[in-house]
T-cell receptor
Framework: GAVVSQHPSRVICKSGTSVKIECRSL??????MFWYRQFPKQSLMLMAT?????????EQGVEKDKFLINHASLTLSTLTVTSAHPEDSSFYICSATSGGAKNIQYFGAGTRLSVL | RKEVEQDPGPFNVPEGATVAFNCTYS??????FFWYRQDCRKEPKLLMSVYSSGNEDGRFTAQLNRASQYISLLIRDSKLSDSATYLC????????????FGAGTRLAVHP
């Protein structure tokens, strides 16, 4: 199956710093990439949808100025958590799809962010 | 009402047991349906797509009832390695193929 690489897998940072997470599709061109957040014992919640070369579409309640998404190429999307605070501590997961009738999304391994 | 609802479990079953998970979705415009499994602190992995005609993959059988907006997953002959959280996922019609996740049902298979 298709491979999506997400980096870093684990981040521990001080409150107020910014953290960048990368999501790469390694063996296919991802027309669309998605960013999710998952708090303990809860469902994955979609934060935003990004298409290469255009602005991301954010879900209701997600601050676009705090969670900056860049999708500069068909194989790379980045999520930057700006001025992170302890309540931003969560598991962030990206996924990518090349489109098509089967509508399969391939997930990265996730990034566990802990803000002290 | 949540868009995708699942019994959170946990389901504790012995090896070899048959276990069934249920899921309901609220939006009748839902277009595609999936079961994913998620191990603790890992990303979700696609287990199988779900079709109206029902489909089977080895020990796993998935069913979809569009009229009742109900999806099921049956696991036969449970293995220890089946222990995980099973996520019911739907997509809505329209662009971008947005996935809507249920909160998951946790399965623990014991010897």
């Amino acid at each position: 199956g298709a491979v999506v690489s997400q980096h870093p897998s684990r981040v521990i940072c001080k409150s107020g710093t910014s953290v960048k997470i990368e999501c790469r599709s390694l063996d296919f061109q991802a027309t669309t990439m998605f960013w999710y957040r998952q708090f303990p014992k809860q469902s994955l919640m979609l934060m935003a949808t990004s298409n290469e070369g255009s602005k991301a579409t954010y879900e209701q309640g997600v601050e676009k100025d705090k969670f900056l998404i860049n999708h500069a190429s068909l194989t790379l999307s980045t999520l930057t958590v700006t001025s992170a605070h302890p309540e931003d501590s969560s598991f962030y997961i990206c996924s990518a799809t090349s489109g098509g009738a089967k509508n399969i999304q391939y997930f990265g391994a996730g990034t566990r962010l802990s803000v002290l | 009402r949540k868009e995708v609802e699942q019994d959170p479990g946990p389901f504790n079953v012995p090896e070899g047991a048959t276990v069934a998970f249920n899921c309901t979705y609220s939006n009748s415009a839902s277009q595609s349906f999936f079961w994913y499994r998620q191990d603790c602190r890992k990303e979700p992995k696609l287990l199988m797509s779900v079709y109206s005609s029902g489909n089977e993959d080895g020990r796993f059988t998935a069913q979809l009832n569009r009229a009742s907006q109900y999806i099921s997953l049956l696991i036969r002959d449970s293995k220890l390695s089946d222990s995980a959280t099973y996520l019911c996922v739907v997509t809505l019609s329209g662009g971008y193929n947005k996935l809507i996740f249920g909160a998951g049902t946790r399965l623990a298979v014991h010897p």
